[in-house]
């Protein structure tokens, strides 16, 4: 499942950083600039908002991500474009959460195991 690969892959600092520089363009510039403004490498950004999203995007967060990677040329750079956009919007306007409500999927995916192989950076 490709939203399975978006979490697991770029949710390492080093992966995201190559992903983020792989969508490039104005994206990847304003990225970075964000993340530098915040004192983060880029990829320890993104992947932060990764494991963010993955801990606690509701359902219908999750269905915009399966909705945004069908059928994409790049669906794994679709789909993490996808999360680091909300998530900086969030960051952004100091908003309360976009992803209100954890489902048995995101909690799925903090269970002890995952945060241990996947800790916050």
Known sequence: MIVHEI????????VARAAVASIGGDFARRFSRDALRKNLSSGTLAAGLVRDF?????????????EVTRGADMPILSGLRYILDRGMKQ??????????SATKRSVDRCAPEWTASHPSQ
Do not use: I, M
Not at 54 to 66: H, I, P, Q, V
Not at 91 to 100: F, G, H
């Open 54 to 66: 993955a801990c606690k995007a509701g359902d219908r967060d999750w269905e915009s991500l399966d």
């Open 91 to 100: 960051k952004r306007e100091d908003a309360p959460s976009l992803w209100p």
């Open 7 to 14: 979490v697991v892959t770029c949710s390492h600092p080093e």
